[in-house]
């Protein structure tokens, strides 16, 4: 261990002296926001979520990678990663382009400096993207756009058929009622899981005064990790690897727990899971394609920001995660009809009731002036305690 | 006569510069030496010490948890989070027992074995087992991680072997990454007692018995100071290679972590470096300890 | 030798196979009470294999083992009141001298006090009490062997093994050795056995050699008896040297009826053919002179045999190469080796 961490530490040491020099030097890219677009370079590399560019490789029909290369000429390198935090530590590598980031990685980026304001007049597909999803906390800052939408959808409740009697339709399975399935609960190794148990808390102890999950107080904090020091008695196992999930609840060392529906879409018949939006609502991500404010191949990235929120495109990439899509033309383009309508695309009564990811910052999110909220570091060091 | 053959049967190389440059230090020891060594010292130097100075300063600065910005001020807040919150305690704790018993138990299984192979097996049969033994290593450690992964699963054969007796997998959790590291790190165990034994000649165990040793006198007296070294060798091995492990916990482990854990999420997840580094220096003072602990019992003289 | 007629060891009917090679064929010794005795062979002889059936190595095959008249076949070696010298000295590398000497009686149970002193004792006698605190690897060879026959004498053995002992050593050692061993012998009174592939070895120190090979007694018997007596072919090979004639020749040339040797001392080179009574000449070239200070070895071609002859230099000039000579001998000097 001792060889694995000092080789991690000689690389980040070394990529945060670079990063620190050049951050302060030159604090973000704004300046050299491009007004025309050059050549397309030979390859672009994008960093994103599981499943947000197939190109054939895990199933031959499901591919939207292939295309976009033939018609830019960008040969495309996708790396996936498990959680947000894992995403900023490797896009802070500057190995890569272009990164899928949900809003609790896309506000740390914008302030680091490490994605650059984008034009979106370069970016035509953009103008057919969904109105409320332009401009939010988690894609533009002073009135500058970072990021353009991916899709959004909601962190669901899976649970398997025969052991989760009767099918659950609250949150309180994997808490306060998870010991009935004691060893089998699984949970979403990050720290940003504490959110869910927020959106657990202001369903069911309105007490706390919580209004928004990312804005919690010492006390609402407290009250979020004692949930969840509860909930990791009967914890199996935390998942943040999405294959390692699948696998638990094909063989059934987990049975009950917090899922995406890309996951669940990987699930087969034998398992026989279901899976639900819980009466509390939940947790959910919106996510945005950024560009690395030092893109070695940036036409290309613009190219590639363009062609994901193109209807097809769109489509093709959040049917296959399960999402619902950024553009309301995309619904035309998905195989299934009901796709749209499953996910509430376009509702946006619906998708105000998601609470996306964001990061927890001192400042309360939900307006509160009176208290000092908990920021991501306290959320972290939080999570890490919880876990024990 | 014999001159002539002597000097004709030297291959005429004539002045070639291999030929000079072996002249040149032929007689100049210390050159030789300065040059054999210059490149693996410099890759000690420069991988090995600067990234542990490297590690042990990176603990003393901060970082913007918003940002992630590393800021190169020196503060002990680090190594205080590190030595006075529970959190670190009772993950420390929880290591170093895991890595004890790890130790344990693979001592316990590699003695016999490498008995067995030194002293017992013919020729035939100990070239078999020691591949048998290291052929685990050809294997990827995430194969063999998620191996044991599906046999401790209760859906995998370690439940349907148990269950007839009444018993169950133990399922993920301590258990799972006691038995799936002993089986990791065992190689490296019976390897280094195997050669121990192999220098343990067999006249010693005759003459033990020949002066009046019954067996169990003879591998206290004898074979047990012989073999210590190497014992206390294998066991650096299972104990440190366990003690920095994160992923056979990540996937056997259910929801516990090790030192390990705590590196990797403030690393990978946390952003949080120099946290990690003062972490990361746990495991490295406790081997410390340990082989300081090894030195003093005075079991390193016999080396 | 002592009164006592019990044999120090009885060896019957004794047989040891290593799969399907027969290291120990049905082998019957009798070693007395008090002697030297040693067995001399080639390696793959036996020889050592008897030894570490002597000492429990090694489990019979067949046939019995007896110590002092009591069977000790089955018994382990830590039963059995013999003690051995290994070839390689076997001192424990992680013990000093004199912790190695007393490791006997430590694990008899001996007090630490009384252990050490028989320890110092058994050192003393041979002459390392300067050396008790230092380790195995601090010692020359002669020194490590002294300490092997101090660890093994100092439990005061009925019988002492010794496994070629001195192989290690260089040729002056080994004959101070050869003399240290004899007097210890002497002065302990204990049953020496000792293995060895040195015939000069064997015949300078014993009481009674056996002769090895193909693990069976070629001959037992005193040195004198096997270096003038010789039984066989082999044995009149491998002890000393000899000139040994197979029947033909012994025919063409001595007129023996069966094979014949002789021992290159007992001959002598004259001018001219003796004509005393029970001696006869028989005329060669001189092929081969080789210079051994105090003698020459001769090697001489009679009828196209070659007979080497011990040429003691007071006896006159020495011959030359290509030189006509006679090789003189008396009958009574030949020795007939049977069949």
């Known amino acids: 261990m001792r060889t694995k961490a000092l080789k991690s530490a000689v690389i980040l040491v070394a990529s945060a002296l670079v990063l620190t020099a050049c951050g302060t030097a030159q604090p973000a890219a704004t300046s050299s926001m491009p007004t025309k677009l050059g050549a397309n370079e030979k390859t672009v590399s994008l960093l994103g979520w599981p499943g947000y560019a197939e190109d054939g490789s895990n199933d031959p029909a499901v591919d939207w990678v292939s295309p976009f290369e033939k018609a830019t000429g960008c040969q495309v390198t996708f790396k996936s990663y498990g959680t947000s935090d894992e995403a900023i530590s490797l896009f802070k590598t500057g190995d890569y382009d272009v990164i899928a980031a949900s809003g609790d990685a896309t506000l740390r980026l914008i302030a680091s400096g490490a994605v650059q304001e984008l034009n979106t007049k370069l970016i035509p597909s953009y103008k057919d993207v969904y109105p409320f999803l332009k401009g939010k906390a988690w894609n533009s800052a002073d009135g500058k756009v970072y990021g353009v939408p991916h899709g959004y959808g909601a962190n669901l409740l899976m649970y398997k058929k025969d052991t989760v009697k009767p099918a659950p339709t609250s949150w309180d399975v994997v808490f306060d009622k998870s010991s009935a399935y004691k060893g089998k609960v699984t949970a979403y190794d990050s720290p940003i899981y504490i959110a869910d148990a927020a959106v657990y ?25 004692d949930l969840l020091k509860a909930q990791r008695a009967n914890v199996g196992e935390y998942w943040s690897d999405y294959l390692k999930e699948i696998q638990a609840f094909e063989t059934g060392d987990s049975v009950v727990g917090t899922t995406w529906q890309v996951i669940i879409n990987s699930m ?48 093709a990439a959040t049917e296959y995660f399960g999402e619902a899509p950024a553009t309301p033309a995309a619904c035309d383009f998905m195989a299934s009809k009901d796709t749209c309508a499953s996910y509430h695309a376009g509702d946006e009564a619906y998708a105000n009731k998601i609470w996306y990811w964001t990061t927890p910052i001192a400042k309360c999110l939900d307006g509160r002036t009176d208290v000092q909220c908990t920021d991501y570091a306290a959320w972290t060091s939080a999570w890490q305690e919880i876990k024990g | 006569m014999a001159k002539k053959l002597g000097a004709r049967s030297r291959p005429d190389t004539g002045l070639s510069s291999a030929r000079l440059v072996s002249s040149y230090l032929f007689p100049r020891p210390k050159t030789r030496l300065a040059l054999l060594l210059a490149a693996p010292v410099t890759w000690l130097v420069l991988i090995y010490i600067v990234a542990l100075v490297a590690l042990l300063v990176t603990a003393f600065w901060s970082v913007d948890s918003f940002t992630g910005e590393i800021h190169m001020t020196w503060s002990l807040d680090n190594l205080k989070q590190v030595f006075t919150q529970a959190l670190y305690r009772t993950v420390t704790f929880r290591t170093v027992g895991i890595a004890l018993l790890v130790t344990v138990i693979d001592l316990l299984v590699a003695l016999p074995i490498a008995f067995f192979m030194a002293k017992i097996a013919k020729a035939r049969s100990q070239r078999i087992m020691v591949i048998l033994i290291l052929m685990p290593l050809w294997a990827s450690y995430l194969v063999k991680a998620y191996a044991w992964r599906s046999v401790l699963s209760h859906d995998g054969i370690l439940q349907w072997l148990l ?16 038995i799936t590291q002993a089986y990791i790190w065992l190689p490296y165990v019976i390897l280094p007692i195997f050669a121990g034994l192999e220098r343990v000649s067999n006249t010693l ?14 591998i206290r007296l004898v074979v047990a100071p012989l073999l210590l070294p190497a014992i206390i060798a294998a066991s650096i091995f299972s104990f440190s290679l366990t003690l920095g492990d994160y992923i056979t916990v990540n996937i056997v482990g259910g ?31 406790i081997m410390f300890a340990y082989l300081a602990l090894v030195r003093k019992t005075g079991a390193l003289e016999n080396l | 030798m002592r009164s006592d007629t019990t044999p120090a060891i009885q060896l019957v009917g004794l047989q040891k196979n290593f799969g399907s090679t027969v290291a120990v064929d049905n082998l019957d010794l009798e070693i007395r009470q008090g002697e030297f005795f040693s067995m001399l062979g080639p390696s793959g002889s036996g020889k050592t294999t008897v030894l570490r059936l002597i000492a429990g190595f090694e489990t019979v ?13 089955k018994s382990a070696p830590f039963d059995r009141d013999v003690n051995t010298v290994f070839q390689d000295y076997a001192l424990f590398p992680h013990m000093n001298v004199i912790e190695n000497v007393a490791y006997g009686l430590r694990v008899r149970g001996v007090g630490k006090a009384e252990r050490l002193a028989a320890a110092n004792e058994a050192l003393a006698t041979v002459q390392l009490s300067a050396l008790a605190t230092r380790k195995p690897s601090e010692l020359s060879g002669g020194q490590r062997q002294r300490v092997a026959l101090a660890r093994a004498i100092v439990v005061r053995p009925k019988v002492l093994l010794l496994d070629e002992p001195l192989g290690a050593l260089d040729l002056k050692l080994r004959e101070q050795m050869q003399i240290e061993l004899k007097d210890l012998q002497r002065k302990l009174g204990i049953t020496f056995i000792f293995v060895t592939h040195d015939q000069e070895e064997a015949l300078t120190l014993s009481d009674r050699v056996a002769v090895f090979n193909n693990g069976r007694i070629e001959q037992l018997g005193t040195p004198r008896q096997l270096y003038e007596e010789p039984a066989s072919a082999f044995v009149a090979g491998f002890v000393g040297t000899s000139n040994i004639f197979a029947t033909t020749e012994a025919k063409a040339l001595v007129g023996a009826t069966s094979a014949v040797s002789i021992r290159p001392e007992r001959l002598q080179l004259t001018k001219t053919a003796s004509v005393d009574a029970g001696a006869m000449s028989l005329p060669g070239r001189v092929t081969e002179v080789i210079y051994l200070g105090a003698a020459a070895r001769v090697i001489v071609s009679c009828q196209g045999i070659p007979i080497t002859v011990l040429y003691q230099f007071e006896a006159g000039p020495t011959p030359e190469r290509d030189s006509e000579v006679f090789v003189t001998l008396r009958q009574a000097d030949l020795v007939s080796l049977g069949n």
């Open chain 2, 205 to 218: 165990l005759e003459a033990s018995s020949d002066l009046g040793a019954k067996s169990l006198t003879t």
């Open chain 2, 163 to 178: 269950q007839p007796f009444g018993l169950g997998t133990p399922g993920y959790g301590l258990a799972g990454i006691v």
């Open chain 1, 201 to 225: 808390l202001m369903a069911h102890n309105p007490e706390l005064g919580i209004k928004n999950p990312y804005a919690l107080d010492e006390k609402q904090l407290a009250a979020a990790v």
């Open chain 1, 268 to 315: 087969s018949a034998k398992a026989n899971v279901g899976s639900v939006l819980p009466s509390e609502g939940a947790t959910g991500w919106s996510d945005s394609w950024m560009i690395n404010s030092k893109a070695k191949s940036p036409n290309c990235a613009y190219a590639w920001l363009d062609y994901i929120d193109q209807p097809k495109a769109n489509a």
């Open chain 3, 61 to 73: 095959s067949a046939g019995q083992v007896f110590l002092d008249g009591q069977d000790v076949t």
């Open chain 2, 255 to 285: 929801p516990n972590q090790m030192l390990g854990n705590l590196v990797y999420t403030n690393v990978g997840a946390a952003n949080n470096l120099p946290l990690a580094s003062a972490i990361a220096l746990v495991p490295v003072a």
